[in-house]
């Protein structure tokens, strides 16, 4: 499962690689601080989850144009939104995007996981990157 996270905080970055990694030990981690590298990583190899701020770049909202061009390029990527910013100004273009999930900043690892847990799109061969969804389709 490839997933790429994008803010323009370095540090958010860090917090949030190493809690993925924690929740899915086997997934593979991007971390980009701009759209740009983002997308070309995403053009270079299929995206699986998208976990990107709200309002960051020089024009305020452009992590939900992000995930429009990464949805172009991947259309059954999982888009989680992770931002302070306030929700109800995004709303009407957040919502055409049919993203996954939704963060309020700051989030817990908690929060994080039940994200993670309950994305829309889950391939076959992804699923054993959850180990909770493992314990679940091995019993009856």
């Given at each position: 499962?490839?997933?790429?996270?994008?803010?323009?905080?370095?540090?958010?970055?860090?917090?949030?690689?190493?809690?993925?990694?924690?929740?899915?030990?086997?997934?593979?981690?991007?971390?980009?601080?701009?759209?740009?590298?983002?997308?070309?990583?995403?053009e270079r190899s299929s995206c699986d989850v998208?976990?990107?701020?709200?309002?960051?770049?020089?024009?305020k909202g452009e992590g939900i144009l992000l995930?429009?061009?990464?949805?172009?390029?991947?259309?059954?990527?999982?888009?989680?939104?992770?931002?302070?910013?306030?929700?109800?100004?995004?709303?009407?273009?957040?919502?055409?995007?049919?993203?996954?999930?939704?963060?309020?900043?700051?989030?817990?690892?908690?929060?994080?996981?039940?994200?993670?847990?309950?994305?829309?799109?889950?391939?076959?061969?992804?699923?054993?990157?959850?180990?909770?969804?493992?314990?679940?389709?091995?019993?009856?």
């Amino acid at each position: 499962m490839m997933i790429i996270c994008a803010d323009p905080s370095p540090i958010a970055l860090l917090v949030l690689k190493r809690d993925v990694k924690r929740i899915l030990p086997y997934a593979d981690v991007h971390i980009c601080t701009n759209a740009d590298a983002a997308k070309r990583l995403a053009e270079r190899s299929s995206c699986d989850v998208l976990i990107t701020e709200l309002d960051f770049g020089r024009d305020k909202g452009e992590g939900i144009l992000l995930a429009e061009e990464i949805k172009k390029i991947c259309p059954r990527v999982n888009i989680i939104f992770a931002t302070a910013a306030s929700e109800e100004k995004y709303t009407s273009r957040i919502l055409k995007i049919r993203y996954s999930g939704y963060l309020n900043k700051p989030y817990t690892p908690e929060e994080l996981r039940t994200e993670l847990e309950n994305l829309r799109y889950v391939s076959y061969e992804n699923i054993g990157c959850f180990p909770r969804m493992m314990a679940d389709n091995t019993e009856g």
